[in-house]
């Protein structure tokens, strides 16, 4: 083409036209996501929690009678309550030096950290639970191991204990507890504890009164989703704890389950869903929600009391640390300093491989002659044939892929339309439109669940593979919008102006610029939803009715009715899957940011 | 002679195979405001964070007075920094910012308190005591980085492109300010920029650095009127850089012959004495040209046909083609006035100069890195 004719051509099919009404384009990103929130999320639950109130006839308060009559469900409560917290403490402390120790490290150093919190992150919450009642079993790893040993005679009671529920849920948040965390400690600038260097401050000091007052913004929101992860559990306490430390959520499950007590179920429910909303409440009065996004929160208290003792107490703690530092034997100051401490290494290395082996000891189990019992014993392959053999479980399976790709297909369809609205569309009231779309984080799983199941049971959803897809989506669909909008903070809108200006039209400059940039975002947001789904149990454990289960479902009937080392084979199986998916999505990731 | 305050001898730095500074000697007097200039990659963020402690070495010393702090921690030497994004901590209030250096050094909280409004009022803002940084401007931001970096009195203040983030309007004032308190405050400052405006305006003396190593240390006038490489020549403000061949020599001058033609000349011998008859290069700045329309006859007279003249503001530059076609183009410049359409494209204009304005360049080197790469 010549030059002139170059000048000559204009953009295909460009006309004047009169500006579409401003209301419609953000209408149609955002109706999708609302709509499925409204008729999904919001219609069931309130059904739910109308059954407390209403029991077919008119207004009753029975339900309430009968929740307060015993003593029993307030103990539960407080049982719920002293388990979560004790979760929470113990995973952020935990947590923290991991995720420090993420966001200082640098190359293939932090890239292997992070595959090993993401594989434990992604590992089915049911395999490593289970993978706790084979170590703490009465012939478990650590029996057999004491025993061995001579350290103890007979097997100590370990399951079915405070102790043992502890440490499986302290297991299952770990991983999020550091994912959350991070997300924040990633933005501390890392010139400011140098600077409080050579402004004098030796590095405990530094540490103590500069990085660690600007890191707590995401210990505060790792602690509430910990929590309210915590809060709605059920399947380590129901594997891994006795009668004494039943939770909340597995009151509700015996009322739909067993009793059909959806009036008591609904009196449940209100009363955990009341305790999260008054923790998230104070949440937001001492640390506001924009922590939870990863933006720094906004101080407001200038000059209280409060934060006079919490400065005092931040300098005594730099002090006992630089004393600390001091009594250890000190290499030549500078010249064997190294950025990352070598004790902190070794203990995050350690914590690590304590969190990953768990899910690991079922591979020697899966190929052993003896059952689950430990150590294993011969090399078999029946329980992969039994496995295969087995048509429930092929059937469980293909269920969870197909309906895992639905969820992630109809996840992004209204979550990135809904993500682009949130980070680039001016409008009233875009805060309360995001809180709305991560409520479904915030409202305990269980609630959900058992509120869907009332509502899918009317329409004739129980059982198919559309309302599990529609479940999932539902709790899957506030991370694809999270993660997109992160995608999309980072991207510079002006490409597409540039792309605009060269006589793209919107959907040409969506296509040919904006997505292959995104592209790796994407592909992990689709990925999200995709293990969300595949992990789901709580909407399944009801929504799937009796025969078509999915995976998790069919390894919680199976756990819960009979333990077989066909479990150990599914583990093994899962595990694998996971690594897989994840390195996978990391070599792709890095391709797109290569090309 | 005033005694020195930071010296450094054989200091390097490598990472892996690249040397980030070659070995290095300096000696920077006491209250002296010496700047580290040269591109970027030149080796100047490296020595101020060797100075600061915030890297170690790989060979060479510090010393801090009398102290030999090569290997000490940031926090034991007696140093301040102000760092390119200012690094005030977001969680404390400006007071809060500018006592922290006390409260490390266990001053008490009243008289911290007193201090910090003291070096507030000493960079004009004492009404912003209560604020955080995020309610700052820039400039602000930039002022109380200096007030936190000047409360403890640190015998050196290192800076390390302060002034970057800033538009050009406030820059300048800002370099008034920094010389102002630099001046009142009688501390040792070493600062570091790619900027060479600001470091011939704001510097005792410049350190010219270049691929690792120091290219010049001289005061400005030193680099710009006395370049001992023509990488300084050309590093610094706009140059004409003539090849010439030596002819004899008065005094501190030397005759020299331009070109293929060898229009005769004179320039400063600049500390060579090379024999007659060597081929070097001449630097004239485009200011110091005489410009006389058409064929001349004067003494170091170069002919040239304008090819483009920009008035700039204060000067006019003409650019010309040189009648000789071995000579680079050539540049001269004068102040604006209001008949300067006078001259135009393609008219014919002779150049000349004083001896004292020209100087004579034996290092033919432009670009070590290049050369280093190369060789």
């Not at chain 1, 120790?101 to 640098?106: E, R």
């Not at chain 1, 509700?252 to 007590?261: G, H, K, P, R, S």
């Not at chain 1, 293909?398 to 992630?408: E, N």
Request: proline share 6%; hydrophobic share 50%.
């Amino acid at each position: 083409m010549s030059g002139q004719s170059l000048a000559m051509t204009h953009v295909p099919g460009a006309k004047r036209h009169s500006p579409p009404p401003a209301w419609r384009k953000p209408v149609l990103m955002g109706a999708p996501l609302v709509l499925l929130l409204v008729a999904f999320l919001v219609f069931p639950v309130g059904q739910l929690l109308a059954l407390s109130v209403y029991n077919g006839q008119g207004f009753t308060l029975a339900p309430y009678a009968q929740l307060f009559a015993s003593s029993l469900y307030v103990t539960v409560l407080w049982i719920t309550l002293k388990i979560s917290l004790a979760t929470t403490l113990v995973a952020v402390v935990a947590a923290y030096p991991v995720a420090y120790l993420i966001s200082i490290a640098k190359g293939p150093a932090k890239s292997r950290l992070i595959f090993w919190v993401l594989l434990s992150f992604w590992t089915s919450f049911l395999v490593r639970a289970f993978a706790w009642v084979v170590i703490l079993g009465r012939n478990g790893v650590v029996n057999s191991t004491l025993m061995s040993l001579g350290i103890i005679d007979s097997p100590a009671d370990l399951l079915y204990g405070f102790g043992a529920v502890l440490v499986g849920m302290v297991h299952a948040m770990l991983p999020l507890a550091v994912m959350t965390m991070l997300a924040v400690m990633e933005n501390i600038d890392r010139t400011l504890p140098r600077a409080a260097g050579t402004l004098g401050a030796k590095p405990g000091t530094a540490f103590w009164t500069v990085y660690f007052p600007l890191s707590l913004p995401g210990v505060a929101a790792s602690a509430i989703m910990v929590f309210v992860s915590a809060i709605g559990f059920f399947i380590v306490p129901a594997l891994l704890g006795g009668r004494k430390e039943t939770m909340i959520t597995q009151l509700i499950i015996d009322q739909v389950q067993q009793t059909l007590n959806w009036g008591l179920a609904g009196a449940i429910s209100v009363l955990l869903l009341t305790v999260v909303l008054v923790v998230f409440v104070l949440y937001d009065r001492v640390f506001g929600f924009a922590s939870l996004t990863g933006e720094s929160a906004v101080v407001r208290n200038r000059d209280t009391a409060m934060r006079r003792l919490g400065g005092r107490v931040l300098a005594a703690l730099g002090s006992a640390s630089d004393a600390l530092i001091g009594l250890m034997p000190r290499r030549h100051p500078l010249r064997g300093r190294a950025e990352r401490p070598l004790a902190l290494t070794a203990f995050v290395w350690l914590l690590l491989v304590l969190i990953s082996l768990p899910a690991f000891l079922m591979i020697p189990l899966s190929f052993g002659k003896g059952g689950l019992a430990w150590p294993p014993s011969g090399f078999t392959l029946q329980w992969y044939q039994q496995l295969l053999d087995s048509p429930i479980w092929m059937q469980a399976l293909w269920r969870s892929i197909v309906v895992a790709f639905g969820t992630g297909l109809l996840s992004m369809a209204i979550g990135v339309p809904a993500a682009f609205l949130m980070v680039r569309g001016r409008m009233r009231g875009k805060g309360a439109m995001l809180a709305f779309i991560l409520s479904p984080i915030v409202v305990p799983r269980m609630i959900i669940a058992v509120g869907m199941f009332y509502v899918f049971a009317q329409m004739g959803l129980v059982g198919t593979i559309l309302g599990l897809v529609i479940g999932h989506t539902v709790v899957a669909v506030p991370y694809v919008v999270m993660t997109m909008m992160a995608v999309l903070r980072n991207y510079d809108t002006r490409l597409d102006l540039a792309a605009q200006s060269l006589g793209a039209r919107p959907l040409a400059a969506l296509r040919h610029v904006t997505f292959p940039i995104l592209g790796a975002g994407m592909l992990s947001s689709f990925l999200f939803a995709f293990a969300t789904s595949f992990d789901e149990l709580t909407i399944s454990l009801f929504s799937s009715g009796g025969l078509s289960a999915t995976l998790p479902k069919q390894f919680w009937d199976e756990v819960t009715l009979q333990v077989s080392p066909v479990i150990a084979a599914v583990s093994t199986g899962l595990l694998l899957f996971v690594a897989t998916l994840i390195f996978v999505a990391d070599r792709l990731r890095r391709r797109s940011l290569a090309g | 002679m005033s005694s020195s305050s930071l010296s450094v001898q054989g200091l390097a730095k490598r990472y892996g195979d690249f040397v980030a500074l070659a070995p290095t000697d300096l000696v920077v007097a006491d209250g002296e405001f010496l700047t580290l200039l040269g591109p970027s990659g030149s080796g100047k963020t490296t020595l101020l964070s060797l100075l600061a402690g915030l890297v170690p070495p790989d060979e060479g010393s510090v010393r801090i007075g009398s102290q030999d702090v090569t290997y000490a921690p940031p926090y034991e030497r007696d140093i301040g920094v102000v760092f390119q994004n200012y690094a005030l901590f977001p969680h404390m209030t400006v007071e809060e910012n500018i006592a922290f250096p006390l409260k490390m050094r266990k001053v008490a909280a009243a008289e911290a308190k007193r201090r910090a409004g003291e070096a507030l009022e000493m960079v004009h803002l004492p009404h912003i005591a209560g604020r955080y940084p995020r309610e700052l401007s820039g400039g602000q931001q930039q002022r109380v980085a200096l007030a936190r970096c000047m409360v403890y009195k640190p015998s050196i203040i290192l800076m390390d492109e302060p002034l970057g983030a800033l538009d050009k309007k406030l820059r300048e004032h800002m370099q008034l300010e920094i010389k102002r308190l630099h001046r009142e405050l009688g501390t040792t400052v070493v600062y570091v920029t790619h900027d060479q405006e600001e470091a011939m305006t704001m510097s005792d003396r410049i350190c010219l650095m270049n691929a690792g190593r120091i290219e010049q240390l001289g005061t400005p006038a030193d680099l710009y009127f006395r370049p001992r490489s023509l990488f300084v020549a050309d590093f610094l403000g706009e140059s004409n850089i003539l090849p010439a061949a030596l002819r004899g020599r008065s005094g501190d001058e030397v005759e020299i012959g331009l070109g293929t033609l060898g229009v005769p000349g004179r320039a400063l011998a600049n500390g060579n004495d090379l024999p007659p008859g060597s081929e070097v290069r001449v630097m004239v700045r485009p200011q110091n040209l005489t410009v006389a329309r058409g064929a001349g006859n004067a003494v170091g007279g170069l002919q040239g046909r304008v090819s483009e003249v920009m008035v700039t503001g204060s000067l006019t530059k003409v650019y010309m083609e040189p009648l000789d076609g071995k000579l680079p183009p050539l540049v001269a410049a004068f102040p604006t006035r209001n008949e300067t359409d006078a001259v135009r494209i393609d008219d014919v204009l002779t150049l000349s100069w004083s001896g004292r304005d020209a100087v004579v360049i034996a290092d033919m080197t432009a670009d070590r890195a290049r050369a280093a790469g190369t060789a």
